[in-house]
């Protein structure tokens, strides 16, 4: 049976049991192995999803593929407060926001999910392309969610954003907004994508039946 080696770090080494584990491997990318650690259940769900995964000394991207014989690091959060704003390459599956947020105080978690529409300014979409400054680009849209929780007295926020080409119908948005009473979930789901559209540098590209352009760059 091909596999692959993990090297754990931290609560990831905490929550293994052990610092290196084989896992059966055949072929798959980062986002497939963070599939198949988050089925684990339990606290694997959140830190197979806020971990950061390198081969070599270079950090891997969703996209990446994993070949049996690999040694992988898995890199938890490191200290600083809690990563609520993931840029992911991979399809964004339903619900992954909402599983995300705490649950100890909520009574109620209003969602927000963005997919590509067929037609945009009167046009035939064909599909659309996000790029991102990621250093920057989580920054600001973990400050955002910070401000909403702070704002409109959430439990927490959180945010995940597409990148890459994503095709017509497919999320590229989701955002989960969690707090004791469903008004201020609903206002911390607004104020989020509201804000991330004014100030995330995140661009989108959009080719459709009559050309290409950058959404907001172009006159």
């Known amino acids: 049976m091909a596999t692959i080696t993990l090297r754990h770090f931290a609560a990831a080494k905490e929550l293994a ?23 684990r259940g339990g606290r694997w769900t959140f ?3 806020c ?10 991207r969703d996209a990446d593929a994993v070949q049996p014989g690999d ?29 995300l947020v705490e649950l100890d105080g909520t009574g109620g978690i209003a969602t927000f999910v963005g997919t590509v529409r067929k037609r945009s300014r009167g046009l035939d979409v064909v599909h659309l392309e996000f790029s991102a400054y990621a250093p920057l680009a989580i920054k600001e849209l973990d400050a955002i969610c910070a401000e909403a929780i702070a704002r409109f007295e959430l439990v927490d926020a959180r945010a995940i954003h597409r990148l890459g080409l994503v095709p017509i119908g497919e999320v590229a948005v989701a955002i989960a907004c969690a707090a004791p009473h469903r008004g201020a979930a609903f206002d911390g789901c607004r104020y989020v994508i509201d804000e991330l559209k004014k100030r995330v540098p995140i661009w989108k590209r959009e080719t459709t039946t009559d050309g290409v352009v950058w959404i907001g760059s172009t006159p």
């Open 47 to 49: 830190l197979a999803t």
């Open 71 to 99: 040694e992988v690091l898995v890199l938890p959060p490191a200290s600083g407060g809690t990563v609520r704003a993931q840029l992911v390459e991979a399809p964004i599956e339903p619900g992954a926001a909402e599983r």
């Open 17 to 39: 049991g052990c610092e290196t584990e084989p896992l059966d491997w055949t072929s798959g990318t980062v986002a497939d192995l963070k599939a198949a650690l988050g089925s």
């Open 51 to 60: 971990s950061r995964y390198a081969r070599d000394d270079e950090f891997l």
